[in-house]
């Protein structure tokens, strides 16, 4: 049999100069993936956070700090006791402090236990937050890193404890590669290491030649990579396939150096200090691996004076600041002359640390007496003071929900705050969801709840009220730009998985795709509802239309997947799948002919060459695209497969059908280890599309029926939520999908409703009706999140328009959560006697 060209070969051989990313050792990096600077708007000295807010005490030398990337006025402090804090800058108080211990000490290797008999003092070399705020990872002087789970308002959770390195940890940071949420550490055993979120090293890079002083993981396009930086001065950078270094660079000083890039990711900078004590701030032509601009302004060294090395932050694409002499030093990064410098009222060391926000309008420096300054500018002045306004209990939750246990699966309870609203809607509206667990009535649960913060409850919870949107003027809603194949439905939607564009699979089996462009209304390139973007298309007028074989295409089930690089889209509508270019349009390949036809498309998260088909006749085929031949076909279902989702971290594949069956394989023998039936309301027939989807961890099961929503336990395949139509929200669900961070639902229905849920307990938080974005009898049929904003998704009507949807700037998110009493949102009974019929699944398996 002749073998069929990879995935990859397809890549490698048409996008060459695109995807060859980083060159040969010494070389630089391809200039092809890196684009040019964004214009930035105009600014003045008075954006420089230079005004003492507050000072604070840590009570040990500060050693790090990281501002949490969402909520502005958090910060994260590191220790020279081995202690890191969370504080809560808008109240000046300390809402996390964990001191360090060994979580498991048999666990740790015989040297490292020795070195700790000699010396248990355990310094803080870095601390660190997740993209997304959720994480907080901990760098120790000694061997180890810590990872905590971050739950607002006031907890940390210990999720890892990772012996990295064979001496000190200097540097940990998040990345994504192939977007699976990984740390890299640095150490001075001279490598590079990344580690999963089970604490498994993936990959290990060597190549430096002395003690490894600073990571910086960045991604380009899609192209992720790590820079690395030693004390010899050597400037490294790897990609993720242990290939070794693609660079290899001579950091200015050529001693200990840091690496950063500029908000936007389209300019990279280094600061650093030599053994002779001079500092040095450059911005690098990352195309050429040579020095752009060498900034000035640092006082030059008496030979043989090293005090340590400069630290330096960024902000806004247009500030760096360093901290030297006692000061804390500002440039424009377009001009090499220091802007200006101030003391900070006085009280900073001689190389004091500083950390931005990533709004810019706030700054936190370390003093000399065991503590930290935050230094503000006026719009941060104003969101200090706003925050400081309120009453703390706003900020802190009353109360600790132990767990409430029913045959040992845990669900957490406890009360919110209401912090903001749009609209009023009645508490009898549709924000109930059934908690179930293994099938218990939940109001036969004991719940123990313990003070949190106070011994005393409060008299009554505070009032909440449902976010409901009713006009335009509520939200942003983007309409993309008419197409002339507009007239058929969208029946499948995707993001890129960059977030710069969309892809709409139209039920006339034509896709479309639109890009949002990189300028001065949209510094970042990223799909919003602020800025409409531009249908997109090559020019050879080239159509992405697919084979829709004997079967007329509205008859026929499409389906769709995405190369995880965006380079490839791979589809069917009814016909044979189709593999198309998404920068030619070209169709690069086509198989799997009908009958039967294929009805649900995913790939193997280890292997884009290895595709789960779901077919017509209720089989599922896992097909290797490279050899064109099905390895083995897996029979479960009794009718059409809807819906197949991946978990790389169970080693199973999920797959469902329009039987309402939820089938169980296991990916390493593709033997089928489970099947479950999802139940029905009254009078209902197993019928219909039902998809599913995991969310971020790859535990939970997002599963999806026009009479229900539910979230699955996956590694027991034990239903734990649901929601019923109901009230308002009582028309059939046409499609539903997780926020990027798996934190929300967004669900669209037959009447035009959009609902977004909170994903922990399908807790309704916010209704957008029809008539804020369209008129009846047009309405959603399918809905994409976006691929990093947590609160942007996109839908797909039925008359072949898509919009993109975003809370106002001023919310900032789609409502808040419901307060739960005695498990039920807003204190309610258990929900309607419809849903507590639903309750027990008879038909689990």
Not at 140 to 163: G, S, T, W
């Amino acid at each position: 049999m002749m073998k069929r060209p990879a995935i990859s070969d397809y890549q490698s051989a048409e996008s060459e100069q695109l995807m060859k990313r980083l060159r040969p050792a010494g070389h630089g990096i391809d200039e092809a993936t890196y684009p040019a600077p964004t214009p930035q708007p105009s600014w003045s000295l008075d954006d420089l956070p230079r005004t003492v807010a507050c000072t604070l005490s840590q009570g040990s030398n500060v050693t790090s700090m990281d501002f949490h990337p969402s909520r502005h006025t958090l910060l994260l402090v590191g220790s020279a006791n081995g202690e890191f804090t969370l504080w809560e800058i808008g109240l000046r108080e300390r809402l996390v402090s964990k001191p360090f211990k060994i979580w498991d000490m048999q666990a740790c290797s015989a040297q490292f236990q020795s070195v700790l008999a000699k010396d248990s003092s355990m310094p803080i070399n870095r601390v660190t937050w997740s993209p997304d705020g959720d994480l907080i990872g901990v760098a120790f002087a000694k061997h180890l890193i810590h990872l905590y789970a971050y739950q607002q308002p006031n907890e940390a959770r210990q999720v890892l404890e990772i012996e990295a390195h064979s001496g000190g940890v200097n540097d940990i940071a998040f990345s994504r590669p192939n977007k699976q949420l990984c740390v890299v550490t640095c150490g001075d055993d001279k490598l590079i290491r990344v580690w999963d979120m089970h604490g498994q090293k993936i990959y290990s890079f060597e190549g430096h030649e002395a003690p490894v002083y600073s990571i910086c993981p960045h991604h380009k396009e899609t192209i992720q990579f790590i820079f690395s930086t030693s004390i010899d001065g050597k400037i490294k950078a790897w990609l993720y396939d242990n290939a070794g270094s693609r660079v290899d660079y001579d950091a200015p000083g050529k001693w200990c150096t840091t690496m950063l890039y500029s908000a936007d990711g389209t300019r990279l900078f280094s600061c650093g200090t030599s053994k002779e004590g001079d500092s040095h701030l450059v911005e690098w032509n990352e195309s050429e691996g040579s020095i752009k601009r060498t900034y000035s302004g640092f006082r030059k060294k008496a030979s043989g004076v090293v005090q340590g090395v400069v630290q330096f932050d960024t902000a806004q694409n247009h500030i760096l600041a360093a901290g030297e002499d006692n000061q804390i030093k500002f440039w424009d990064v377009d001009n090499t002359n220091m802007l200006t410098f101030i003391d900070a009222d006085g009280g900073l060391p001689g190389l004091p640390r500083l950390r931005f926000n990533k709004e810019g309008n706030l700054l936190a420096v370390t003093t000399v007496d065991n503590g930290f300054k935050i230094l503000a500018n006026s719009d941060g002045l104003r969101s200090l003071r706003a925050f400081g306004n309120r009453p703390f209990e706003a900020f802190r939750s009353p109360y600790e929900a132990s767990a409430m246990k029913v045959s040992g699966a845990p669900v957490v309870a406890g009360i919110s705050p209401n912090i903001g609203r749009m609209d009023n809607l009645d508490r009898n509206s549709p924000a109930k969801p059934s908690p179930i667990l293994n099938g218990a009535d939940p109001a036969s649960r004991s719940i123990d709840i313990k003070p949190r913060i106070s011994e005393e409850k409060p008299d009554k919870a505070k009032p909440w009220e449902l976010m409901e949107v009713l006009n335009p003027q509520q939200f942003r809603v983007a309409t993309l730009p008419e197409t002339p194949d507009q007239t058929s439905k969208v029946v499948r939607l995707l993001y890129t998985n960059s977030g710069v564009g969309l892809l709409a699979l139209g039920s006339n089996a034509i896709q479309r795709l639109w890009k949002w462009n990189r300028n001065e209304q949209n510094p970042s390139g990223k799909a919003t509802a602020s800025v409409v973007p531009q249908h997109w298309q090559p020019n050879s007028g080239l159509v992405m239309a697919n084979d829709i074989g004997e079967t007329p295409p509205e008859e026929s089930v499409p389906c769709i997947a995405l190369s995880k690089n965006d380079s490839y889209v791979m589809s069917a509508c009814g016909g044979k799948v189709s593999l198309f270019n998404m920068m030619t349009f070209k169709v690069m390949t086509t198989f799997m002919p009908p009958p039967p036809a294929s009805t649900f498309l995913a790939f193997h998260p280890q292997d884009n060459n290895i595709i789960a088909i779901g077919m017509e006749d209720s089989t599922i085929h896992i097909y290797n695209v490279r050899v064109d031949e099905v390895k083995i076909r897996l029979k479960g279902h009794q009718k059409r497969i809807t819906g197949l989702a991946f978990s790389n971290s169970l080693h199973i594949l999920v797959s469902s059908g329009a039987d309402a069956q939820l089938c169980v394989w296991a990916t390493d023998s593709w033997e089928k280890k489970k099947s479950v039936a999802i139940q029905m309301p009254a009078g209902k027939t197993p019928s219909g599309d039902t998809r599913v989807q995991f969310n971020s961890d790859q535990n939970r099961l997002l599963v999806v029926h026009e009479t229900q929503i539910a979230i699955y336990d996956a590694s027991k395949m034990e239903r734990i939520y649901q929601w019923i139509p109901q009230g308002t929200l009582s028309a059939a669900i046409s499609h539903a999908s997780y926020s990027c961070n798996s934190q929300l639902v967004f669900a669209a229905f037959t009447d035009g409703n959009v609902a977004i849920f909170d994903a922990d307990n399908l807790r309704l938080r916010c209704r957008i009706a029809s008539s804020a974005y369209i008129n009846p009898p047009v309405y959603p049929f399918v809905v994409a999140a976006h691929p990093q904003e947590p609160n942007q998704f996109a839908v797909g009507l039925s008359d072949g328009s898509v919009k993109v949807m975003e809370p106002l700037e001023s919310d900032g998110k789609w409502g808040t959560p419901a307060p739960v009493e005695n498990g039920v949102a807003n204190g309610r009974a258990p929900a309607s006697s419809a849903t507590s019929n639903l309750a027990t699944d008879q038909n689990q398996r």
